[in-house]
């Protein structure tokens, strides 16, 4: 690869712009001029071709770079259920769907299982986390 302070021969446009229009990255013709994509990317502007633009591509799961897994701290795990099942809209303690109540994902067995989640109002979840024991320290567990 040439070093980017170098300065290579520009192809000509209609070459240049039927291989970016072929659906090639400017990454991907960089390797075939043996440049970095910068240099394309000057090239391009050179030549008045339009960039089709960053592609912003959000992977979901352990498609994405950021995924921890089974080490996913306790907010994570949180919305992973919401992003999983929805946003909860009802209580399966009390029964109540009022809209002017706040609803949540209750963990009712292990974090990192997303069958054991309840949706609950938030008076049922604080009363179903304070009989259970152990609350405050599984909170620990994640911090
Ligand atoms: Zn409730």
Not at 20 to 45: A, F, H, P, R
Not at 89 to 118: F, P, Q, V
Request: aromatic share 10%; charged share 30%.
């Amino acid at each position: 690869m040439i070093s980017k302070f170098a300065k290579s021969p520009c192809p000509p446009r209609d070459k240049l712009e039927s291989l970016y229009n072929s659906g090639l990255t400017q990454k991907e013709i960089g390797e075939l001029y043996d440049v970095c994509y910068q240099t394309v990317n000057s090239w391009m502007k050179k030549l008045k071709i339009q960039s089709r633009g960053i592609m912003h591509i959000v992977k979901a799961g352990s498609e994405n770079p950021q995924w921890k897994g089974d080490k996913a701290g306790y907010a994570a795990l949180h919305y992973r259920v919401s992003n999983l099942k929805g946003k909860p809209m009802s209580c399966e303690i009390c029964g109540t769907h009022r809209k002017n109540k706040t609803y949540e994902w209750a963990c009712i067995g292990d974090y990192k299982n997303m069958d054991d989640y309840k949706r609950m109002c938030r008076s049922c979840h604080r009363k179903y986390d304070k009989s259970h024991l152990a609350y405050t320290n599984k909170r620990k567990l994640f911090i």
